[in-house]
C-alpha cells in the first residue's frame, strides 16, 4: 500500500463557482449571467462542454475555439477548479481510493469529505461514486453504514468524482496514463469505463441529483459513457426504482445478502420498510428488464450467518422469473465487525448451487482490502473532521 497527499489541484477562488460539473443548463444559465446573446446560448454551451467534459481542460486559456474575450470574461467570473484530493491511497492490486474534500455548500458547512474508489481489471476500469456524504441507512455489515448522513451530495459534486479519477490517472485526451502495468490497455480502451454507485450512501434516496448527474455522464460530447456501463446499486427503496429505469435506463443492482425477511431485517434494516417480496415486484417491474439487461443482486457472505445451502436454493427460488446474476462477495472486515467471511469451501458450495440453477454466479474477488477500499468498507474521514471543528469551537468559545 501507498499513501500520498495531492499535489494542490486548482482551487476555486472566493465567490468563483466552477463550470466543472455543471449541466448544460447550468452552463447555459452562467453564460446568461455574462449577458451573452440568447442565440449564442446553446453554441456556446457546446464549446464549454466539449472542452471542459472531452478534453477536461483546466485552464480557460486552452479553450481555442472560444474567443479570446469571452474566456477572460470567463476567468474573471468562474473557474475549472476539481474539488481537492486530500488524500490518495494506492493499493498493491492498483486498486485507488481518493479523499476527497468538497467545497461548503452553506455558512454551516465545514468542508465535507467523500471516498471514490478506482478497480482497474483486464480490458475495463470501474469507478465507484458517491452518492451521499455518510449514508442514511444502517446496514449492519457495512462500515459505511456506521457514519451518520451529513447530506446528498449535489449532481455536480456527483460529475466531479469522475473528472478527478481522469485526471488522477490520466484518462483525457493528451494526457499520459501512469507507466506501472495496473491500468486496462489496449486500443480504444478508457481507464475509465464503467461507473458504479456502490460508494458511499443509498443513490436512491439522492435520486434527481443521481439521475441528473447521469445525464452528464452519458452526453455522447463529452464524458461518453455507456448507459450499459453505468450501474445504480440500491439497498432496496422500492418506488424509486421504476422512475429510475424510467428516466436514466441504467443498470440496476440489488444489495440483497438474505432471503428471509427476519434476517434481512437485521442485516438491511430498510426491510422494514420494503420487504423481500415488495423488493421482487419492483425488479420484476423494471423498464427495459431482458436478459441483456439483467439485474446484479449483491450477496454479502457472512459466516454462519447467510450462507448455507437452503438460503442458496431459496435464493434461486426468490429470483425464478428475473433476468438477474448473483454477485456473491466475500465479506470485507473492518475494525469493530461483528461478522466474518465465510469458508472458502462454503463460498463455493453456494455459487455452484445458484450456478446449476442457471444463473451466473461469481465470486467478487477482493480489491483494495488493504486500503479499506472494498466493497462495505468505505468510510471518510468526515466524522473526525467535524469532531475537530466541534472542539475547536469549544476551544474557542
Not at 500500500?1 to 489541484?9: A, L, N
Not at 436454493?313 to 429470483?319: C, S, Y
Request: proline share 7%.
Amino acid at each position: 500500500m501507498r499513501q500520498s497527499i495531492s499535489p494542490e489541484p486548482p482551487a476555486a477562488k472566493a465567490g468563483k463557482p466552477s463550470l466543472v460539473g455543471m449541466t448544460r443548463g447550468e452552463i447555459g444559465d452562467a453564460l446568461r449571467a455574462l449577458d451573452l446573446p440568447e442565440r449564442d446560448i446553446r453554441m456556446r454551451t457546446g464549446q464549454l462542454w466539449h472542452w471542459i467534459y472531452f478534453h477536461g481542460v483546466s485552464d480557460f486559456e486552452r479553450m481555442s475555439s472560444v474567443a479570446r474575450p469571452l474566456r477572460a470574461r470567463l476567468a474573471d467570473h468562474y473557474t475549472l477548479a476539481r474539488p481537492e484530493v486530500s488524500n490518495e491511497q494506492i493499493s498493491s492490486d492498483g486498486t485507488r481510493k481518493w479523499l476527497i474534500r468538497l467545497d461548503p455548500v452553506d455558512a454551516k458547512d465545514k468542508g465535507a469529505e467523500i471516498e471514490c474508489v478506482y478497480i482497474p481489471e483486464s480490458g475495463r476500469g470501474t469507478l465507484c461514486v458517491s452518492s451521499q456524504v455518510g449514508c442514511t441507512l444502517t446496514c449492519t455489515f457495512c462500515h459505511t453504514g456506521t457514519q451518520k448522513l451529513v447530506r446528498n451530495l449535489t449532481s455536480r459534486e456527483i460529475v466531479q468524482q469522475l473528472v478527478v479519477a481522469r485526471d488522477r490517472i490520466g484518462d483525457f485526451p493528451g494526457m499520459t496514463p501512469p507507466d506501472n502495468g495496473l491500468l486496462p490497455s489496449g486500443e480504444g480502451v478508457r481507464a475509465v469505463s464503467n461507473v458504479v454507485f456502490m460508494g458511499m450512501g443509498e443513490p436512491l434516496y439522492n435520486v434527481d441529483n443521481v439521475a441528473a448527474a447521469i445525464d452528464v455522464l452519458t452526453d455522447g460530447e463529452g464524458l461518453s459513457l455507456s448507459k450499459r456501463r453505468i450501474t445504480v446499486s440500491t439497498s432496496g427503496v422500492v418506488p424509486e426504482i421504476p422512475p429510475l429505469g424510467d428516466r436514466s435506463g441504467t443498470m440496476l443492482a440489488i444489495s440483497l445478502h438474505a432471503v428471509r425477511d427476519d434476517l434481512r431485517n437485521v442485516l438491511v434494516p430498510l426491510n422494514k420498510k420494503y420487504p423481500i417480496r415488495d423488493l421482487m415486484d419492483a425488479c420484476r417491474n423494471y423498464p427495459g428488464l431482458s436478459n441483456a439487461r439483467r439485474i446484479t443482486f449483491e450477496y454479502v457472505m457472512l459466516k454462519g450467518v447467510n450462507d448455507s445451502p437452503a438460503e442458496a436454493r431459496e435464493l434461486v427460488r426468490l429470483l425464478k422469473g428475473i433476468p438477474a446474476k448473483i454477485n456473491l462477495i466475500p465479506f470485507n472486515p473492518w475494525p469493530g465487525t461483528k461478522y466474518e467471511c465465510s469458508d472458502w469451501e462454503t463460498i463455493e458450495n453456494f455459487s455452484d448451487i445458484v450456478f446449476n440453477a442457471g444463473y451466473a454466479s461469481p465470486v467478487r474477488t477482493p480489491r483494495g482490502r488493504d486500503i479499506l477500499a472494498a466493497c462495505g468498507q468505505l468510510k471518510s474521514e468526515t466524522e473526525k473532521v467535524r469532531a475537530r471543528a466541534r472542539l475547536m469551537g469549544d476551544e474557542a468559545g
